[in-house]
Antibody, heavy 118, light 108 residues
Framework: QVQLVQSGAEVRRPGASVKVSCKAS????????MHWVRQAPGQGLEWMGR????????NYAQSFQGRVTLTRDTSISTAYMELSSLRSDDTAVYYC???????????WGQGTLVTVSS | DIQMTQSPSSLSASVGDRVTISCRAS??????LNWYQQKPGKAPNLLIY???SLQSGVPSRFSGSGSGTDFTLTISSLQPEDFATYYC??????????FGQGTKVEIK
């Protein structure tokens, strides 16, 4: 079955960077965009960006432009999200999600908690 | 960017009730509208895509309707496992694919 497995929780100091991985299985990795969404504690869902694993082309939300980088390694069916210049309000659960029919998102990874604290 | 506005932000309902959640887009998005259910501590789960298509494995008590700017998620008979937060999201051609702010369905 289609499955996305993300890397474990991270703790970072303000100003640092974090890189989260998302390993895909059960489908052809290069065939579907991969999206990244975050959720701050007690808050709603925020779309961050997407990557086309076939050619590496990315689209980012304006609010993350310049701080987020999405990459992929097709040899191991893994997508990555790197966020730099971390602030305390970047503390959130970060999800990867596969592009499904008409660009809906399914399935989702289990989420990775990133805590930014001094 | 296209803005998505959900209403209400929360509601209280009883098992067996019919529940309706609305979502409005700031411009026409045709039928590029998706609905997700999220339970505490879990990742969101796709319920409805393309405004009215039921995702495989989702119970038939969930339905979606609408086109253009106004959309509705309906739960025909609320079950105990349906108490959760629901989000709409547009997937129109140009990113970002923004979400609504969510609707929390609580037990009355």
């Amino acid at each position: 079955q289609v499955q996305l497995v993300q890397s474990g929780a991270e703790v970072r100091r303000p100003g640092a960077s974090v890189k989260v991985s998302c390993k895909a299985s059960g489908y052809i990795f290069s065939g579907n965009y991969m999206h990244w969404v975050r959720q701050a504690p007690g808050q709603g869902l925020e779309w961050m960006g997407r990557i086309n694993p076939n050619n590496g082309v990315t689209n980012y939300a304006q609010s993350f432009q310049g701080r987020v980088t999405l990459t992929r390694d097709t040899s191991i069916s893994t997508a990555y999200m790197e966020l730099s210049s971390l602030r305390s309000d970047d503390t959130a659960v970060y999800y990867c999600a596969r592009d499904h029919l008409l660009r809906s998102l399914d399935p989702w990874g289990q989420g990775t908690l990133v805590t930014v604290s001094s | 960017d296209i803005q998505m506005t959900q209403s209400p932000s929360s509601l209280s309902a009883s098992v067996g009730d019919r529940v309706t959640i609305s979502c409005r887009a700031s411009q026409s998005i045709s039928n590029y509208l998706n609905w997700y259910q999220q339970k505490p501590g879990k990742a969101p789960n796709l319920l409805i895509y393309a405004a009215s298509s039921l995702q495989s494995g989702v119970p038939s008590r969930f339905s979606g309707s609408g086109s253009g700017t106004d959309f509705t998620l309906t739960i025909s008979s609320l079950q105990p496992e349906d108490f959760a937060t629901y989000y709409c999201q547009h997937s129109y051609f140009t990113p970002p694919q923004t979400f609504g702010q969510g609707t929390k369905v609580e037990i009355k």
